[in-house]
């Protein structure tokens, strides 16, 4: 009878952990058009399947919102190169490309630093 309790014990308590974990993650959501990024402070990531390995985990910025594209729905977006970083304060801000090897010179930190920035714009 105990091992069974702890058994179940064991695995509530697994369930709850995972639970918690998923409450506190935010990941970046997935759109197909530009809508999302017309009202407030938004950061789109645009990368292709093919190169996602060079995508940047955004979930930690503050202050925003933050969203993923795939380079076949941003043709209205003028990309040029994957990843390429789109910061909308209502309209395009700022524009983070990727270097010749397909990768962006940026951490999520300097990303935050560029979303401080134009927040504080908004005080001057």
Do not use: W
């Amino acid at each position: 009878m105990n091992d069974c309790i702890k058994l179940v014990r064991n695995k509530l308590t697994l369930f709850i952990l995972f639970l918690a974990c998923t409450l506190f993650l935010q990941a970046q959501e997935t759109i197909t058009n530009t809508k999302k990024t017309k009202n407030g402070l938004v950061v789109l990531q645009i990368n292709a399947d093919f190169n996602k390995n060079n995508t940047i985990n955004l979930n930690g910025l503050k202050d925003c919102k933050v969203y993923y594209m795939d380079i076949t729905n941003a043709n209205n977006l003028n990309v040029k190169v994957v990843p390429t970083i789109i910061i909308f304060d209502g309209k395009e801000k700022k524009r983070i490309e990727a270097n010749i090897m397909m990768k962006l010179d940026v951490t999520s930190k300097d990303i935050q630093k560029i979303v401080d920035n134009l927040i504080l714009e908004k005080f001057n």
